[in-house]
């Protein structure tokens, strides 16, 4: 992902709730950002317009109350956070991160078993 596209934390919650919620107004965006702290109006709408130029976000004008979407892919997003953490914060130790994880909060018995299933998987595809 260029640098110039690589979103900020800010823009990351706005991209969050594109992907939950899809095609999405300047207003219900901001009512979702407030849910956490208040935000101004006209400060989500410069920013989803920012993010437009910047071509996070598409827009669609075809109607009055215009539409943004997410226009980049939320597992790219992730992989790219991810090993940019793993690079710079673990040395390149994806265990580290891993530990680290785990070590903070009580995995259930069902997320074990899944990341155990990972494991295996990433096993069968390394032979």
Request: aromatic fraction near 4%; charge should be positive; proline fraction near 2%.
């Amino acid at each position: 992902m260029s640098k110039s596209r690589k979103p900020t934390d800010a823009e990351l919650e706005v991209l969050q709730i594109l992907w939950e919620h899809g095609p999405s107004s300047v207003r219900f965006v901001n009512t979702e950002l407030s849910k956490n702290r208040e935000v101004v109006y006209t400060t989500t709408l410069k920013m989803m317009q920012v993010m437009a130029a910047k071509k996070l976000l598409r827009r669609d004008t075809s109607r009055r109350t215009h539409l943004y979407e997410a226009a980049i892919d939320e597992q790219m997003v992730q992989e790219d956070i991810v090993d940019k953490l793993v690079d710079t914060v673990f040395r390149g130790s994806p265990l580290k991160l891993a530990m680290q994880a785990l070590g903070h909060e009580k995995a259930s018995a069902k997320d074990l078993e899944k990341i155990k299933k990972i494991i295996e998987e990433l096993e069968k595809n390394k032979q």
